[in-house]
C-alpha cells in the first residue's frame, strides 16, 4: 500500500494529478487496504482469489485513473484545443508557440508568464480562461489573459517592480509533507522560525501545540491537501496560507489520527 501511495502523491507532485483527483485515488487505495484487511481477519487470506489483491487493486486504480482522466479531458473540451496547469508552470515564448491557435486554458497551480513572451502570441494562443490557481508576470500579459477569463477563483498578479519589494521579503527554509504526519510541539520546536510549509498530504496539529509557537515557526503555510486540529490552531495556518486547495477540518481533543478511523 504504501508503494501505492508514494506514486499517487509522486503523481499529484510532478502535476499529472490535480488535488482532488489524488485525493480519490488514496481513498480508494485505503478503502482497498481495509477490504484486504478484513479478508485476511476472517482466513481466506490464503486463497488463490485473496492473492489476486495486488492485480484487482492496480487495475482498479487504472480504471479509476481513466476515469478522471476522461472527466477532465471533457471538461477541457474533449481534451483537444485544451491545456491545463496543475502544478508550478513558467509559460514561455517557445511553450507558447507549440500550442494552437485559439487553445482553451485551465489553470490550477501556479501559472507565471515569461517576460520575452510577445503579447500577440499569447493573444493569438489563448482565447479562453479558467483560473483557480495564481498567474503572474508582466502587467499587460497578465491583464491579458484576465480579460479572457470567463471563471475565475484564483489570482492574477502583476510583477513586483525590481529591487525595492523583493528585497525586503524574507525567505525562509521550505518543508512539505507529502504523506500523513503529525505536527507535535518537539517538531515545531526544531524548525526554523518563518518556515514556509507546504502540505500535500495529511496534516494533523497536536492539540498541546502552543498558538504563539505555532505562529512563529509557520511563515506561510500552502494547503493542497487535508489538515486537522483544533479550530483554534487552524485559524493560525489560515491567516498564513495564501493558496488553500485542500481542506481545514477542526477536530476535538481526541487522540491525533483519529480522524482517518
Do not use: W
Not at 525586503?168 to 526544531?190: A, D, F, I, Q
Amino acid at each position: 500500500m504504501q508503494a501505492e501511495r508514494a506514486k499517487i502523491l509522486e503523481m499529484l507532485r510532478d502535476g499529472r494529478v490535480s488535488v482532488e483527483q489524488a485525493d480519490q485515488l488514496l481513498e480508494a487505495l485505503e478503502e482497498t487496504h481495509v477490504r484486504e484487511q478484513e479478508v485476511a481477519d476472517t482466513g481466506p487470506a490464503r486463497t488463490p482469489q485473496a492473492r489476486q489483491g495486488g492485480p484487482a487493486l492496480a487495475g482498479g486504480l487504472a480504471q479509476l485513473g481513466r476515469t478522471i482522466a476522461g472527466q477532465v479531458a471533457s471538461a477541457f473540451g474533449g481534451g483537444r484545443g485544451g491545456r491545463a496547469n496543475f502544478s508550478t508552470t513558467r509559460l514561455t515564448r517557445d511553450m507558447l508557440a507549440r500550442m494552437e491557435d485559439g487553445t482553451s486554458y485551465a489553470n490550477f497551480g501556479h501559472l507565471t508568464i515569461a517576460d520575452d513572451v510577445p503579447e500577440n502570441l499569447l493573444a493569438s494562443k489563448i482565447s479562453s480562461m479558467t483560473n483557480f490557481g495564481s498567474v503572474t508576470g508582466p502587467e499587460n500579459l497578465v491583464r491579458l489573459l484576465e480579460g479572457r477569463c470567463d471563471t475565475n477563483f484564483g489570482s492574477f498578479g502583476a510583477d513586483e517592480e525590481e529591487g525595492e519589494e523583493d528585497e525586503e521579503k524574507p525567505t525562509g527554509p521550505e518543508l512539505s509533507n507529502l504523506g500523513k504526519t503529525v505536527l507535535t510541539r518537539e517538531h515545531l520546536s526544531n524548525m526554523e522560525d518563518g518556515t514556509k510549509f507546504s502540505n500535500l498530504g495529511k496534516l494533523t496539529v497536536s492539540h498541546d501545540v502552543p498558538a504563539e509557537l505555532l505562529s512563529k515557526k509557520i511563515g506561510e503555510y500552502h494547503n493542497l491537501g487535508k489538515t486537522y486540529g483544533p479550530a483554534a490552531l487552524l485559524g493560525v495556518l489560515q491567516a498564513r496560507c495564501p493558496e488553500n486547495l485542500g481542506t481545514f477540518s477542526p477536530t476535538d481533543a481526541r487522540a491525533d489520527g483519529d480522524e482517518d478511523e
